[in-house]
């Protein structure tokens, strides 16, 4: 929301000099959040001038400049210093004439662009200036012709500071507005917060315009058959009519330099007046061709196949959902969100019928969000819109257009009103000190409801009150409570951490995400946030080893309509940033993220036609219900490593990343949980045959998969704009953390001496070298120590389709020193379980 300090001025009471900074601070002491700070992109010296003679000249392209001479200072009888001011300027305009008053921007100035202005030789001539067209002053889009006093209805003598007559030197502040703060989305709503701010004296605009009672009806019919959440569509219907409207009369620069800086393009003046209303008081307004109507207005919902082509010349299929307005002739507007095109105010309107209403916010929200169209009218009533000043904001633009566009106010309107009573809230005496832990007076409690515009009753134990139409968000005494605190001011509240109490803290599963995340940060590698949103084909072709699809859930309405997928795998998204992160240069990546990932089972329904009641916690048996109704959400953690692990350095070459990083981060993963991760050679079909791994757990049901590791397929690398080589990692946390036991169990450090031995093994060539370690492994016994792959051979001396195993033993006893042939008894213990299980051969 931007609000001109002008306009703001008009309601509340600004200290002389108020800054813009000055009413950012304020209205941030009151909850709202600032953002820029908008001014007209231009400086003086701008003036009024008079043209005083024109002397068109031909020219060879067969253009015709105008040759002027334009008065920009009357001088002075007094003072013989201060002479009369004729410049000559060059204008390639054509509409206007001798003695026309005009806006003059004289060397020095600097339009928007920026765009200096100089005397300068053009056309034979030295021009002294520039005539100003309303674009370039940063008014409008009109550029055809340079704009004329006269024709936006202003006068003023020569010399005149055309800044402020036009209203360039106003200046904008922008606030977010959050969606329960639906009356700060007007002028109206930030001059009371401004006064509750700062003290000033706040005047009501509201209070200002008397709506006229309307003699002969016009017939509205509200006809909502099929309402939303048991609300009716619309709940307030105003209509107005003014006749015998000038439609060639201009916006005046007032109020086309306060849209503009509201952020509102000037139309026409019949449009500009309604947007001017909306800003002023919050109320949307739509004006409709009163001659195009074909009898009375109803309001309804869209039947089945209904179509409406809006105000930006598209044509919508609507929903059952949809509330419009129609007419005889069928639908003229989604209602609340944008107009049809039948009724459009157009360059011949001369008569007009005004409307103000009220409508439902969570059916224009659907509407507006259906149709992808939103819209300054649906902002507003999203967030909700006094139903108390549509017939005043209605009276205002019949004022308006009385006032500026020669109109006259016409009998004929009506008035629909169905807004329910206000209720009451019961706020207990001491409610609020208990709440925010600080001691407020019953004076203050009082002053500052009544403040905000709630009416106060006392009653037995606490006080009755009931909020003012423009605040459907205070509904319970808990925003009551925010209410006051509010308005005394935050400052009040002290800075004191809370203890926590004994016994609490982190859970089992948070202590465990936590320990992988600062482990794997430790080991280098930075954690991101990936959009959980992917594209069909990412998640065929990650979620699951072998495609070609997999069950996946769709998002009714999602953010990019390429990828309306919620993830299956981790990896996507991490690619991305990858890809990303190379764009901008930075090549060596080493990634993680954890997160949820999606796995509906496939035939199985999802989704839950049951609505918990809010602010109540549901009961067991509706968890377990509402938990039915949505697909598997495992969490997970993805790795991603491109480019090289380790940088080039003096006298060393860089290390490319590869399978091995994915597996050290697998290894790591597993350090930071306390549970053994088993690799065994996988396949996947995004990754590389022969560099991917299958990770597995041991579970109850035995060794259960868990993950992939290795070396993404070059194409599927390249198809993400990555080079040839990308490890990644993905492993199930949760079946993980399942196996993770209360604590951590260190290992103890074991003081004797090592014996260490070298075992080398002939086996068939497709027998994974996992699968052979593991076997030595367990034949070993408790003696061994430590076991690794340090070698693997073929070649000569290995028989054709075999291959020489070279593993490193390291054995060790916890209370004696080992002897040699304990060492051998134990490797050959080993050996043995591997040739029984794989026919392996000791290598000669």
Known sequence: MRVPLSWLGEFVDLAPGTTPEDVHAALVSVGLEEEEIHRFDLTGPIVVGEVLSIEPEAQTNGKTINWCQVRVSTGSTTDESNVEDIRGIVCGAHNFGVGDKVVVTLPGAVLPGPFPIAARKTYGHVSDGMIASARELGLGDEHDGILRLAALGLDAPVGTDALGLLGLDDSAVEINVTPDRGYAFSIRGVAREYAHATGATFRDPALAVVPAPSSIAFVVTIDDRAPIRDKIGASVFVTRAVRGVDPTRPSPAWLIARLKLAGIRSISLIVDVTNYVMIELGQPIHAYDLDALAGGITVRRAGKGEKLTTLDDVTRTLSGEDLLITDESGPIGLAGVMGGQTTEIGAGTTNVLVEAANFDPVSIARTARRHKLPSEASRRFERGVDPAVAAVAAARVVQLLVELAGGVADDLGSLH??????????????????????????????????????????????????????????????TLAEEVARIVGYDRIPSVLPVAPPGRGL??????????????????????????????????????????????????????????????????????????????????????????????????????????????????????????????????????????????????????????????????????????????????????????????????????????????????????????????????????????????????????????????????????????????????????????????????????????????????????????????????????????????????
Request: proline share 8%; hydrophobic share 45%.
């Open 417 to 478: 009103d169905a807004t329910p009573a206000a209720q009451p809230i019961f706020l207990p005496a001491g409610f609020i000190s208990g709440l925010i832990g600080l001691e407020y007076t019953r004076d203050e409690v009082r002053t500052s409801l009544a403040e905000i515009g709630a009416s106060l009753k006392e009653i037995e134990g606490g006080l009755s009150v009931t909020a003012p139409s423009w605040r459907p968000d205070l509904t319970d005494k808990w």
């Open 507 to 844: 859970t089992r599963t948070q202590l465990l995400r936590r320990q992988v995340a600062q482990t794997l940060a430790a080991a280098g590698h930075t954690e991101v946030l990936a959009y959980p949103f992917v594209a069909e084909k990412a998640n065929n072709l990650f979620g699951a080893p072998v495609g070609p699809t997999v069950p996946q859930m769709r998002v009714a309405n999602p953010l990019d309509g390429e990828a309306p997928f919620l993830r299956t795998s981790m990896l996507p998204g991490l690619l991305q940033i990858a890809h990303r992160n190379r764009s901008r240069g930075l090549t060596d990546l080493a990634v993680f993220e954890q997160g949820q990932v999606f796995r509906p089972v496939a035939g199985v329904e999802y989704g839950s036609s049951v609505v918990p009641p809010g602010a109540v916690r549901p009961s067991a048996r509706l968890e377990i219900e509402l938990n039915a109704g949505i697909p598997p959400q495992p969490f997970s953690v993805g790795v991603v490593f491109t480019g090289n692990a380790t940088r080039q350095q003096p006298g060393r070459p860089a290390v490319p990343a590869g399978w091995q990083d994915a597996l050290t981060a697998v290894a790591q993963i597993a350090l930071a949980t306390g549970v053994a991760i088993q690799v065994r050679q996988g396949s996947h079909q995004a990754m590389h045959p022969g560099r991917t791994a299958e990770l597995f757990v041991t579970t109850d049901a035995g060794a259960t998969s868990v993950g992939y590791a290795g070396e993404l397929l070059p194409a599927v690398a390249r198809s993400f704009d990555l080079p040839a080589v990308v490890a990644v990692a993905e492993i199930n946390l949760s079946v993980v953390f399942d196996r993770a036991g209360a604590e951590l169990q260190a290992i103890p450090i074991r003081t004797m001496p090592a014996a260490t031995q070298d075992l080398s093994l002939v086996v068939d060539t497709v027998v994974p070298a996992g699968e052979v370690l593991e076997a030595v492994i367990e034949g070993s016994g408790p003696l061994l120590d430590h076991a690794e792959l340090v070698d693997d051979y073929r070649g000569a001396g290995i028989p054709s389709g075999r291959k020489s195993l070279t593993f490193a033993l390291r054995f060790r006893a916890a209370d004696r020193t080992l002897t040699a042939a304990e060492a051998s008894d134990a490797k050959l213990a080993g050996v043995a379980v591997a040739a029984a299980r794989f026919g392996a051969t000791l290598r000669e």
